[in-house]
């Protein structure tokens, strides 16, 4: 760098003397003109030092600015990697506490269910028969939806049924279930069990007499909810409740991203409106 700035400093003196030594004779140059020509070749100097200074800050403010964008995007990326690591994180929590929720449904209704089928074997073979019939149904439909994330209305009604039957070996003219579905819903979707799962918490927590019978309502309202409802009768014996129906059923809406059912206890009856999921089909055709 010195050594162009040397050159351009000769250059400057060479040029300035060829303009200035005309009225004088050859090679003569004057101790004037020679100062203003240094001083003019330090002054080019300084100013090409200074362009040189300017653009080597201007090229390290670049590289910096390139340097700290960089750094955002990969500060960016790693935060986004966390939360898709976070949200993975959530839903095996929320799958295993699922799984573990339907672990603790399913020995239940099994116990409930043989022991009716042992009182009706030495009383009625003909309606154990039917029994037996209705109690795979249930256990066919609870081994083809243990993987599946939702069913089909309809599919969910005509489960019901073959519990229902079951149910009312058990309890007879004490329990009344009434279903009023608008047909056009039954393609509509809902996490699988859920009508078993209101029901029996119905049941558990309920007298069912038939003196005093209680009636379950499965209706669609025009909001397009489901809604599962029941008279309350509780029993006289205080029963400790897990919460695990409940639990199970709000577990299953908040996998699958939708709004969470509405749970409400009046005086005399208790209320759970079940939003229904449309079908995607349905949907891309809309």
């Known amino acids: 760098m010195g050594s162009i700035f040397m050159l351009l400093n000769e250059l400057y003196v060479?040029?300035?003397?060829?303009?200035?030594?005309?009225?004088?004779?050859?090679?003569?140059?004057?101790?004037?003109l020679q100062r203003q020509a240094l001083w003019g070749g330090r002054i080019l100097e300084l100013l090409c030092f200074s362009l040189c200074l300017v653009f080597y800050q201007r090229y390290v403010a670049v590289v910096k600015a390139v340097e700290q964008t960089q750094l955002a995007e990969q500060i960016k990326q790693e935060r986004l990697e966390a939360e898709l690591s976070m949200r993975r994180l959530e839903q095996e929590k929320t799958n295993v506490q699922l799984r573990a929720l339907q672990a603790q449904v399913n020995p239940h209704f099994l116990f409930n269910s043989l022991n009716s089928l042992s009182a009706l074997i030495d009383d009625d073979q003909e309606r154990a028969s039917q029994f037996v019939d209705q109690l795979s149904q249930v256990y066919r439909y609870l081994l083809t939806t243990r993987d599946q994330s939702v069913a089909t209305l309809a599919s969910e009604l005509a489960f019901m049924e073959s519990y229902y039957h079951l149910l009312k070996t058990r309890h007879g003219s004490g329990l009344i279930l009434t279903v009023q579905v608008n047909p056009a819903d039954q393609t509509k979707l809902l996490p699988p069990l859920t009508l078993q799962l209101l029901v029996e918490n119905a049941v558990k927590h309920n007298i069912v007499l038939a003196s005093e019978p209680l009636r379950v309502?499965?209706?669609?309202?025009?909001?397009?909810?489901?809604?599962?409802?029941?008279?309350?009768?509780?029993?006289?014996?205080?029963?400790?409740?897990?919460?695990?129906?409940?639990?199970?059923?709000?577990?299953?809406?908040?996998?699958?991203?939708?709004?969470?059912?509405?749970?409400?206890?009046?005086?005399?009856?208790?209320?759970?409106?079940?939003?229904?999921?449309?079908p995607l089909t349905e949907l891309a055709q809309q």
């Open 14 to 32: 060479l040029v300035y003397a060829l303009l200035h030594t005309f009225p004088f004779p050859p090679n003569v140059v004057s101790i004037d």
């Open 217 to 278: 309502d499965i209706v669609t309202d025009e909001a397009g909810y489901l809604v599962v409802s029941n008279n309350l009768q509780r029993k006289r014996t205080s029963i400790l409740s897990n919460g695990v129906g409940l639990s199970t059923i709000l577990v299953q809406y908040q996998k699958l991203d939708q709004p969470a059912p509405d749970i409400v206890e009046g005086k005399d009856t208790f209320m759970v409106r079940l939003p229904l999921i449309q």
